[in-house]
């Protein structure tokens, strides 16, 4: 900005240094010029101030809507993430989903249907349960003498025929035996219920520890059972 100073009597522009107006004749003091000239530089002070906070009000609104932006970006990525997870079948659900299908489908009472204690027996390195016992009882019990403890054992029948295999223990609170309403299966000392088609959780205090399916095959009419799973079973808690 050029230094053009103003005369305070006509306005008349005044030059710098100039002792008189051009236009009236006023003397001009050097003070009065100071004074003008100071205003001026308070203007334009003035100005490069505004100016200043208009360009940070634009950089300070860019940099929220990033952030927004990039808060949005990661909400959705960990929604994502725990979606994920949460949409992949348990531990239960797997092995069960790869258990063999034995009959057509299975119906059980909306009363209480309790288990049914039998014998299973070694041969080899399996542990052998008759099918066709299971397949009439739907749902047995049976011990299994390992490193000299009695392991706890169970198979029944899901609603669409295929047969499960578990240890037959609520682990929190040590009960042994269960029965099934339903489409559920139920310890008979706390009452903690599973979807017995999954294992997954239904209610209860011990939900998170349902009766621990083990992986079978059917050869025959034998029901087949790793004998080293269960040698090597340890319990959840």
């Known amino acids: 900005m050029s230094n053009i ?58 940099r929220k809507t990033h952030n927004g932006l990039y808060a949005s970006v990661i909400t959705i990525i960990i929604a994502g993430v725990i979606w994920y997870f949460a949409a992949q079948p348990s531990k239960e659900e797997k092995i069960i989903d790869k258990q063999p299908k034995v009959t057509g489908n299975v119906t059980y009472p909306s009363s209480r249907y309790d288990l049914t ?11 052998i349960l008759p099918l066709d016992l299971v397949k009439e009882k739907k749902l047995v019990k049976f011990d299994f003498l390992s490193k000299g403890e009695k392991i706890p054992l169970l198979a029944y029948l899901t609603e669409d025929g295929k047969v499960v295999t578990a240890i037959s223990m609520c682990e929190p609170c040590n009960s042994t035996s269960f029965h099934i309403i339903d489409d559920n299966i139920i310890c008979n000392s706390c009452g903690t219920t599973w979807n017995l088609n999954t294992l997954n959780a239904v209610r209860g205090s011990c939900s998170k520890y349902p009766p621990d399916p083990l992986p079978s095959t059917v050869v025959g009419n034998e029901i087949q059972i790793e004998k080293s799973l269960v040698d090597n079973w340890t319990r959840r808690i």
């Open 5 to 62: 100073l103003f005369c305070p009597d006509c306005g008349n522009k005044i030059q710098p240094h100039s002792s008189f107006c051009s236009g009236c004749g006023r003397r001009i003091e050097s003070e009065q010029l100071d004074k003008s000239k100071n205003k001026m530089n308070y203007a334009a002070s003035n100005n490069n101030i505004k100016r200043n906070r208009i360009l940070n009000s634009g950089h300070t609104a860019k």
């Open 117 to 127: 204690y039998t014998l299973a027996f070694a041969k080899g390195n399996k542990i």
